[in-house]
C-alpha cells in the first residue's frame, strides 16, 4: 500500500513547516513543502495529498491578527478547492498559528458548515506576554482522528495568541457535540481550571484543541512536531538518569509523534 501524501504550507512567516514535515515523514507520510503561492498558481496540485498540514508560526507577522491574513489570501484564492478537498476523505491539521488560520477560515469547529465565518476566536494570552513553556494535556474523548488511543500528552507552546474564546451558545455546541480534542492539565492528570501556568493562556474550559464532527481536521496550541524524539522532552536529562538507576531502558520516540502516526494509519 503506497504511503500516504501530506502537504505542508509554507510562506510570508511561517517557521515550522521543515519540523511539521519531518514528523510527518517520520510517521511514515511522503511529505512536501509548498509555499502558499505555489499552490495559488497550482490549486489541482492540493488533490494529490491525503493530508494537508497548516504549520507553526507568524503569517505576515500576526501583524493583522493571528491566523487572519493568511485565512484572508486561502478565502480569496483557494475557497472552492478547499471546500471540495474538506468534503473528500481527507485530513488537516492545524498546529499554534495554522489553529489560528484554520479558525479565520471557517474550518473549525463548522457547527454551522466549513468556510462560513469564524465561530470561535483565539486573542490574546492572559497574562499578555508570548508563553512559550511545556504544558501537560489530557485527551478528551472526541471524534478525532489525530487523537485516537491516546490518554494524555505533554508538549510545548509557543504563542502570544492562544486564548480561546467562544461565546456561550457555540461553546455549548462543541462541548455538547465532544469535539473538544484536548484540555490543558495539571501534572497530576487533573484539570487546570484556568491556572497558570498548567492553562498558559487562560482558554475557556482550558481548551487547547477542537476538532471537526468529521474527527478529520483538528486545530492545536501545543507543538507535537517538537516533541517527537524523546531527547526534545524537557526532562529527558532527569528521565535518562532515573532509568539508568532503575534499569530499564528509553524510548527513542516521544508522544507527539502519535499524533502523526494517527493521521498516517487513518490511510494504512
Known sequence: MPKPRALILTGYGINCEEETAFAFNKAGAVSSVMHINEIIDSPGTLFNYQIFAFPGGFAYGDD?????AMANKIKNNLSEEFRAFIEKDKLILGICNGFQVMVNLGILPAMDG???KAEISLEY?????????WVDLN?????????KDIESMRMPVAHGEGNFIAQD??????????????????PDGSRADGEFPY???GSINDIAAVCDRSGRMMGMMPHPERNILFT?????????EKAKREGYSLPEESEGLMIFKNAVKYFM
Not at 139 to 147: C, E, L, N
Not at 169 to 186: D, F, G, Q
Open 64 to 68: 493583522t491578527g493571528a491566523g487572519k
Open 114 to 116: 466549513v468556510l462560513t
Open 125 to 133: 494570552n492572559r497574562t499578555f506576554r508570548y508563553e512559550c513553556r
Open 139 to 147: 485527551i478528551a474523548d472526541s471524534p478525532s482522528v489525530f487523537t
Open 169 to 186: 451558545e457555540i461553546l455549548s455546541r462543541i462541548e455538547k457535540n465532544s469535539l473538544v480534542a484536548m484540555r490543558y492539565s495539571k
Open 199 to 201: 492553562n498558559p493562556n
Open 232 to 240: 526534545q522532552r524537557d526532562d529527558w536529562t532527569y528521565l535518562k
